[in-house]
């Protein structure tokens, strides 16, 4: 166990169980169920702490221990209401008389609040568990630090970076044997997650590698999971599609030990397939049968689906889905606009469909986070130029962007800044000022080739065109990168009209794109569009 062969741990262990028969000593049987949480037999190890509990005269101390081993396993089957009626229960009754294991359950039960009804109804028990931990172990205090820098971060206190740092630096000289260390509060992992939403990418990188490393040292399912929706969280947002579609997969296979969290791991894997253009694999990471057990999958899984919609054409749908999104931030007190970054998408689909209002309350949002983070304010400054743009406000529109280019400057965050100067680009060229637009637009178009981001290339492919840039031809027979734009819209079933006002094309051009469409298509209108790929 300790060198983190866990599964010829569970097989010696289970041996010796059966060699024990009746006489099985307690310690041999907690071993075990150590063992396959460790080797992700959730299910298995519930069933024998369940056998442990009912042994006669089972010493106090030994039965809260149990009780949190039965509570880690509910949490990785998904029963994770169920987890958390146990920590919390262990936490009462332990009490001061035992503090450990009171401080124990008390981070376990701070990790299932979160989990489950997020940063705002898990803040209060990270307190409680910080409090316990003044006098505890080095180890104990660090990993209630990073239970209370998660909750705080993401509910809007900025203290929480400088605690999640404190914590992450703490753990060399802390770090436990295998065996003693907190299974979910990981003290690089936990860390790594707020470094990436404060935009310290470096240090998160280098965090989530040495939590790489310790996950398959000590065959951890939970943590490994961590980690590789972490690294692809993080890969995704700078721009390194291939390696964070790589990782998603790695979380969807873990995610087969840890069954609550494969919800959350598919929706990375289908956040990585848009950004590479892959629409249609994309479609098949939605799970339209996630629970309520895991926000944070409920929250990725309707950004996949809203932003698929969006990009799909589906204007709609899209605007409906970000709006339940939006309602269930508020609910989860999520103050972090970084921390699920769907807002761009929701205002470009919201002023699609006419709903400014709409697009307006996510600016206002945006602009009123109280983190130190400049994603929030940079996309606040991007969706106020696409208000200007929405109103006929060139020259706002223009102001907004350059103030978005310049919080960003320093950013590794490539597809971000595509999407910036494709929309500088394009409000370039409507000024007239097509030298300066088409170098612009250059920049976004290879910039998002450098990351293999298909669908930024394609918007600014379109926008290069538009302002009379050279590119390359388009195959006889295939359509053009604006034929596709106005068919999938026309998919969606939005008018000319409607399309020319997205689009900023005139009717006739919008009339013209159609009829070219259904000419190298083989059909005769808008109606047959449903039968063709034009993702």
């Given amino acids: 166990m300790h060198e983190g062969a866990v599964q010829a741990a569970r097989r010696y262990l289970d041996a010796a169980t059966r060699l024990a028969g009746d006489s099985v000593p307690v310690a041999l049987q907690i071993d075990l169920v150590n063992a396959l949480l460790g080797g992700g037999a959730a299910q298995t190890a519930a069933a024998l702490a369940g056998r442990i509990l009912v042994r006669p005269g089972l010493p106090a101390l030994t039965r809260l221990s149990v009780q949190l081993l039965l509570g880690r396993a509910a949490f990785q089957t998904g029963a994770v209401h169920q987890a958390g009626g146990l920590f919390d229960a262990v936490a009462v009754e332990a009490g001061p008389g035992h503090p450990e294991v009171a401080l124990k359950a008390l981070l376990d039960h701070t990790l299932q609040s979160w989990v489950r009804l997020g940063p705002q109804a898990a803040l209060p028990v990270a307190v ?39 914590a992450a630096s703490s753990q ?10 907190h299974w979910g509060l990981d003290l690089t992992a936990v860390p790594s997650d707020i470094l990436v939403w404060a935009e310290c990418f470096p240090l998160a990188e280098r965090l989530l590698t040495e939590a790489l490393q310790i996950a398959d040292e000590r065959a951890e399912p939970f943590l490994l999971f961590h980690v590789a929706v972490s690294r692809s969280d993080l890969l995704r947002r700078i721009g390194r599609l291939g390696e964070a579609l790589e ?69 709609g749908a899209a605007c409906s889905t970000f709006a339940e999104l939006e309602r269930r931030m508020s ?62 406000d060139l020259e706002a529109a223009d102001a907004a962007l350059v103030a978005c280019l310049d919080l960003t400057h320093d950013l590794p965050t490539l597809m971000a800044r595509c999407r910036t100067l494709t929309a500088y680009g394009a409000v370039l060229a409507r000024r007239g000022q097509r030298d300066h637009a088409r170098q612009v637009l250059s920049d976004a178009l290879a910039r998002a080739r450098e990351c293999g981001a ?82």
Avoid: F, M
């Fill in 128 to 166: 409680r568990a910080r409090r316990a931990a003044v006098g505890a172990g080095p180890y104990q205090q660090a990993c209630a630090e990073a239970g209370w820098a998660l909750c705080a971060w993401l509910s809007g206190d900025p203290a929480g970076l400088s605690a999640a740092e404190r």
């Fill in 172 to 181: 060399a000289a802390a770090w436990p044997v295998a065996d003693a260390a």
């Fill in 247 to 315: 990782e998603a997969e790695r979380a969807c296979d873990v995610g087969e030990l840890v069954p609550v969290g494969l919800p959350l791991a598919r929706a990375a894997k289908g956040l990585a397939l848009l950004e590479v253009g892959r629409l249609a694999e994309a479609a098949a990471c939605l799970d339209p049968a996630v629970g309520q057990q895991w926000y944070l999958a409920v929250g990725y899984q309707l950004r996949l689906r809203a932003t698929l919609a969006y990009r799909r054409g589906q204007v």
């Fill in 331 to 392: 609910e989860w007190g999520v103050a972090d606009p970084a921390h699920i970054p769907y807002a761009a998408d929701a205002i470009a689909a919201y002023l699609a469909a006419g709903r400014r209002g709409d697009a307006a309350r996510v600016v206002d949002w945006l602009a009123g986070c109280p983190l130190p983070s400049r994603w929030p304010a940079a996309t606040a400054a991007a969706g106020r130029a696409a208000l200007a743009v929405h109103d006929g």
């Fill in 454 to 535: 298909d669908w930024y290339a394609e918007q600014a492919l379109i926008e290069l065109r538009r302002a009379g840039g050279r590119t390359w031809r388009v195959p006889p027979g295939e359509l053009s990168p604006q034929e596709k734009a106005v068919a999938r819209l026309a998919r969606a079933g939005r008018t000319n009209r409607q399309i020319s006002r997205e689009l900023y094309l005139s009717v006739n051009t919008v009339e013209t794109h159609l009829a070219h469409a259904y000419r190298k298509l083989g059909i005769r209108g808008r109606g047959e569009l449903a039968g063709h790929d034009l993702d």
